[in-house]
């Protein structure tokens, strides 16, 4: 069933994570010009990554179990993303005294806040669905 609520949370973070690197950059340079994630291969790899996982969990509908495993892996997914985003920006020259570390680094952790919730609904469901079998 699509209506779910889990559904709108899987969407959103395909949403977040395959359209907002575009938009938003990650972090600038020391000259301060921007830099966005379809300047990395290895960024749009993980971003589109982690879109596709959310848009596969997103179909799963049928299958609970897998859609919660799969929402791990995502959320295992982003946090490396996150790991690899942190590490480019700390390779900047100026390292840590960079004043531009650029909001596009909050990327996966939005994403990881909508998967999360997705895993709570998927969860609850779950639960509300062995409930009802054992009353049978």
Sequence with gaps: MIQRIQS???FLAALVAAG???AIPVYSTAEGAPVYAVD???LVALF???ALLSLIALFLFKNRKLQFVLGRLNIILNFILLGVLVYQSQMLSG???APE???GM????ISIVFIALANKAIKRDEDLVKSVDRLR
Aim: aromatic residues 14%.
């Design 40 to 42: 990395h291969l290895e």
């Design 101 to 103: 570390k650029g909001i």
């Design 106 to 109: 909050l990327i996966p952790i």
């Design 48 to 50: 589109f990554g982690s």
């Design 20 to 22: 907002l690197h575009f």
């Design 8 to 10: 709108i949370y899987l």
């Design 95 to 97: 390292g840590a005294a």
